[in-house]
């Protein structure tokens, strides 16, 4: 079994014993992108057809926001695309994009995960989560610290949703944010690396 096998998040609550609440815990304040990315990010989509395929949603409109934002932690953390995890036998497979510690070992290495990135296949947000829980679930038991916080994102790239496994609870933030609205989305991201990495403050 691997995580794309998981199609809802009922099946990973049932499977792994999670309770499910829905509330707000991003703590965002709203973030200006800085002119050059906003540049880029607007000449994409009057350019290329973001939307004509996932791979597309993917390097056009996920990888862009999440670079920008990951690049003030780039020192401490590392930031991988389409790196194979594994647990167990049921826990296996491919997050889009994760964040992890930095391993000693170099950049080669996965350090401890804290936050897993899916996209949200064919605009379904179910199924998306029911592949970032699985993952998450999978981070939370490799670091073998259930008390520390793993958090996930699903986004088809407009639409970005978000949420946080502490020991058997897994809160989806009630709030969701979408690329129409840079600075809230900005935000949103930033404040959710802020609290996986422990760094407090924003952009400059």
Same mark, same amino acid.
């Given at each position: 079994?691997?995580? &794309? ?14 309770? &499910? ?28 057809? =973001?939307?004509? *395929?996932?791979?597309?949603? #993917? ?9 920008? #934002? @990951? ?8 930031? /991988?695309?389409?790196? *194979? ?11 889009? @994009?994760?964040?992890?510690?930095? *391993? ?13 990135? =899916? ?7 179910? =199924?998306? /989560?029911?592949? #970032?829980?699985?993952?998450? =679930? ?9 008390? #520390? ?5 699903? *986004?088809?790239?407009?639409? /970005? ?44």
């Amino acid at each position: 079994m691997a995580f &794309s096998d998981f199609k809802t998040e009922a099946e990973v609550q049932e499977q792994f014993g999670i309770t &499910s609440v829905e509330e707000n815990f991003v703590e965002r304040e709203a973030a200006n992108p800085p002119a050059h990315f906003l540049h880029d990010f607007e000449l994409a989509q009057e350019s290329i057809d =973001v939307l004509a *395929s996932e791979s597309a949603r #993917c390097h056009a409109l996920i990888y862009p926001i999440l670079w920008e #934002c @990951y690049k003030a932690y780039i020192e401490d953390y590392a930031l /991988w695309i389409g790196k *194979s995890i594994t647990y167990d036998e049921t826990l296996t497979g491919t997050p889009d @994009y994760f964040v992890s510690t930095r *391993s000693p070992l170099g950049k080669r290495v996965v350090g401890a995960p804290l936050v897993m990135m =899916v996209e949200a296949k064919r605009n379904d947000f179910e =199924v998306g /989560w029911g592949q #970032c829980l699985a993952e998450m =679930v999978a981070a939370q038991k490799i670091n073998d610290d259930a008390g #520390c916080p793993v958090y996930g994102i699903v *986004s088809d790239g407009r639409l /970005w949703e978000f949420g946080r496994l502490v020991g058997d609870v897994f809160i989806r933030n009630r709030t969701l944010y979408t690329a129409d609205d840079l600075p809230e989305l900005f935000g949103a991201v930033e404040a959710i690396f802020r609290s996986a990495m422990g760094k407090g403050g924003g952009r400059a």
